[in-house]
């Protein structure tokens, strides 16, 4: 029998904060016994000293001239933007209760003043390992065939939640509510196996104005063994009434879309399936009450989703290292029907998804 689409629940905002979570209590400890500030905050902040930023601003989310770290093979914090404090969590944080956190945050009356500048601060983890059935279950929701090597974005979902730990930290200065993914960038420097332990590390940088308020690039790097093995950078978007005054965005026309090779139907049953493999519980995803109190008619679907699902359409004609980078246009709304293309020359791959029926682009990306 044919299965009919799943509207997500109707949450309670009381349901949108008490959603699923895991125990911080084994981080929050490991804190407190390195400052009782951080105890008394259960904060990160506490433990980094106050340091200039050096800003880009020329309010895009790529460099061209490949100035900034994370652009760099092999770039490190520190350098030019000053040394960052590490601190290591005895294990990664649970993303339920950090997204609980940045709820409550926003509730009026409880929110806290942001900082101006970014943290100096990274945060890393040693040790992660795959379970394979979540894997498996990531490779069905995501469309990839059951194999061991590891998707490329299947570690940006695996080491999400150091950089969710860093983005909820109080001095963080976009709130995690209402934040945009405008842009992700992964590169593969060789293929990941099943079986092979993964240290993380997370930093942010690259603090600059947008015309629509800040932008800022979170950046997460995967190593085995003391290699680097794989690096993903996250461009948000912080909204402000006080608009930053970058640079404005190209208006000109789109450029045409791909010849569609596949039509997907996203169902609401997405939103849902994805929360539940990547962690990532953002109500705008999986609830029509959490939707409406960010602006959505109805939920839409993760970008990473989207991304996954593209990176999944090509999987067989990846090589092994490649770097996959994406702009999120306009979100996909639950339900929907999009078309995927993708087009290729000498340098890689070019593809993109849109709306089935009106063409407007959700998503543009290459791989190269």
């Known amino acids: 029998?044919?299965?009919?689409?799943?509207?997500?629940?109707?949450l309670t905002l009381h349901d949108l904060i008490e959603g699923p979570t895991q125990d911080l209590t084994s981080a929050r400890a490991a804190l407190a016994a390195r400052t009782p500030q951080a105890?008394?905050?259960?904060?990160?902040?506490?433990?980094?000293?106050?340091?200039?930023?050096?800003?880009?601003?020329?309010?895009?989310?790529?460099?061209?001239?490949?100035?900034?770290?994370?652009?760099?093979?092999?770039?490190?914090?520190?350098g030019g933007q000053g040394e960052r404090v590490r601190v290591e969590l005895p294990r990664l944080p649970g993303a339920g209760a950090l997204y609980r956190?940045?709820?409550?945050?926003?509730?009026?009356?409880?929110?806290?003043?942001?900082?101006?500048?970014?943290?100096?601060?990274?945060?890393?983890?040693?040790?992660?390992?795959?379970?394979?059935?979540?894997?498996?279950?990531y490779d069905r929701v995501c469309?990839?065939?059951?194999?061991?090597?590891?998707?490329?974005?299947?570690?940006?979902?695996?080491?999400?939640?150091?950089?969710?730990?860093?983005?909820?930290a109080a001095d963080f200065p976009i709130p995690l509510t209402g934040?945009?993914?405008?842009?992700?960038?992964?590169?593969?420097?060789?293929?990941?196996?099943?079986?092979?332990?993964?240290?993380?590390?997370?930093?942010?940088?690259?603090?600059?104005?947008?015309e629509r308020g800040r932008q800022l690039d979170v950046v997460l790097v995967g190593s085995v063994d003391g290699e680097e093995v794989w690096r993903g950078v996250s461009t948000?978007?912080?909204?402000?009434?006080?608009?930053?005054?970058?640079?404005?965005?190209?208006?000109?026309?789109?450029?045409?879309?791909?010849?569609?090779s596949a039509q997907w139907r996203v169902t609401p049953r997405v939103g849902t399936d994805y929360a539940r493999v990547s962690g990532d519980h953002n109500p705008i995803h999986t609830s029509k009450l959490g939707a409406r109190l960010f602006g959505f008619p109805r939920p839409i679907a993760h970008g990473m989703w989207s991304k996954a699902r593209c990176l999944a359409a090509l999987e067989s004609r990846l090589p092994?290292?490649?770097?996959?980078?994406?702009?999120?246009?306009?979100?996909?709304?639950?339900?929907?029907?999009v078309a995927f293309g993708a087009t290729t020359g000498g340098a890689g791959w070019d593809f993109g998804l849109h709306g089935a029926r009106d063409g407007r682009p959700h998503l543009v990306g290459t791989v190269r």
């Open 1 to 10: 029998m044919a299965s009919r689409d799943h509207e997500p629940d109707d």
């Open 39 to 78: 105890e008394a905050t259960q904060d990160l902040s506490a433990l980094v000293p106050p340091r200039p930023v050096d800003h880009e601003v020329d309010g895009t989310s790529g460099d061209p001239q490949r100035r900034q770290l994370h652009d760099r093979p092999g770039g490190e914090p520190g």
């Open 101 to 137: 956190r940045a709820l409550l945050g926003a509730l009026p009356g409880t929110g806290r003043r942001r900082g101006r500048e970014l943290p100096a601060l990274e945060l890393s983890v040693a040790g992660v390992t795959v379970d394979r059935a979540h894997l498996a279950d």
């Open 143 to 168: 469309g990839f065939r059951l194999a061991d090597r590891l998707p490329a974005t299947y570690l940006h979902v695996l080491g999400f939640p150091l950089s969710l730990r860093l983005m909820t």
């Open 179 to 210: 934040v945009v993914h405008v842009a992700n960038r992964i590169t593969v420097a060789r293929p990941v196996q099943v079986g092979e332990s993964v240290d993380f590390r997370t930093y942010a940088e690259n603090l600059r104005p947008h």
């Open 236 to 260: 948000y978007l912080g909204k402000e009434r006080a608009a930053g005054g970058g640079p404005r965005r190209d208006r000109g026309d789109r450029p045409a879309p791909p010849a569609f």
């Open 320 to 337: 092994d290292a490649y770097t996959v980078d994406v702009a999120f246009k306009l979100p996909v709304p639950l339900p929907s029907t």
